[in-house]
């Protein structure tokens, strides 16, 4: 019931000419149906891990894996003390660097917080932003994820806008409603034209961190209503926009994952902290 209200009031709100939705599913099927290319992007989330000695190896290990591989982006997201040697070990290689969060403002009083522009300062090119960890262990909101996401665009990062429900949620067949709440937080703010130049993930939480993946078919599920939900408001956004699945991909899985229709790569956790799990998974998004 709320659900539904939910989702007649943000029709209302975005969406006030049924035709223009309409409209923009026709449009999204024929961009769909003519193959629109997006090309695949796996990025590592290390979270809390490494060491100088241990980061060195793993990146000239993952520099040297991905080397020849042409039909995929790379990205690492690092722990903040570890920025500086990242990109002086990743600069010219093929593999990008970024963060796993950031504040959404660029400087003040703000006692152990990292600015947008400090990121860019150390040449990173994307920001993890509302991954689940930071939403439940830190207390982080659809508003704060949201203003955060905004800044990092503002600051010329790409956002990789994090979204997934918990196993009850999932249970409670309430998936739809948290993923698209999720991602109406920053369609209402911003409209549908700034995920242009952002990455979306889902994450489901059963999912993170617990040798649980989704299977392909259910990441594809989300993935297709993410994309439609998206395209309600503008067809070419939804076309374009690459959605990773993040949670529990490995070398045995990812293959079969990245294959599905909508998920244009992945966002690792532990997998990234092995060059030998982690380059397999992006041979297999450039493979696929
Ligand atoms: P996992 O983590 O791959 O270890 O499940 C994914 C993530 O949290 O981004």
């Known amino acids: 019931m709320i659900r539904h209200l939910y989702d007649n009031l943000m029709k209302l709100a975005h969406f006030p000419l049924t035709g223009t939705v309409l409209i923009s599913t026709i449009k999204l099927n024929r961009i769909n149906r003519k193959k629109m290319m997006r090309r695949k992007l796996v990025v590592g989330n290390w979270k809390m891990h490494g060491s100088i000695a241990s980061n060195k190896v793993l990146l000239a290990d993952v520099v040297a894996g991905v080397r020849n591989l042409d039909a995929a982006d790379c990205v690492v997201c690092v722990p903040y003390p570890y920025l500086c040697q990242a990109q002086s070990l990743l600069q010219g290689t093929n593999v990008a660097w970024g963060a796993q969060n950031m504040c959404s403002t660029n400087d003040g009083a703000l006692t152990g917080a990292v600015s947008p522009a400090m990121l860019v300062d150390y040449g990173c ?29 503002e600051a010329g990062l790409v956002p990789i806008f994090c979204m997934g429900e918990s196993s009850e949620e999932r249970e409670s067949d309430w998936t739809e409603y948290i993923v698209g709440r999720q991602l109406d937080s920053i369609i209402r703010r911003y409209g549908p034209h700034v995920l242009e130049n952002a990455v979306l993930a889902y994450e489901p939480l059963w999912a993170v961190g617990s040798d649980k993946p989704a299977t392909p078919q259910q990441a594809q599920e989300v993935h297709e209503f993410i994309r439609k939900r998206i395209a309600r408001c503008d067809a070419q956004v939804a076309a ?26 992945g966002l690792i956790g532990r997998a990234s902290l092995s060059a030998q799990d982690f380059v397999p998974i992006c041979r297999a998004a450039s493979q696929s």
């Open 125 to 153: 090119t994307h920001v993890i932003v509302g991954h689940s960890e930071r939403r439940n262990l830190f207390h982080e909101t659809d508003d704060t994820a949201a203003a955060r996401f905004n800044a990092a665009l």
């Open 240 to 265: 374009q926009v690459r959605i990773l699945y993040g949670g529990s991909v490995t070398p045995a899985n990812a293959a079969q994952l990245f294959a599905m229709p909508d998920i244009d790569g």
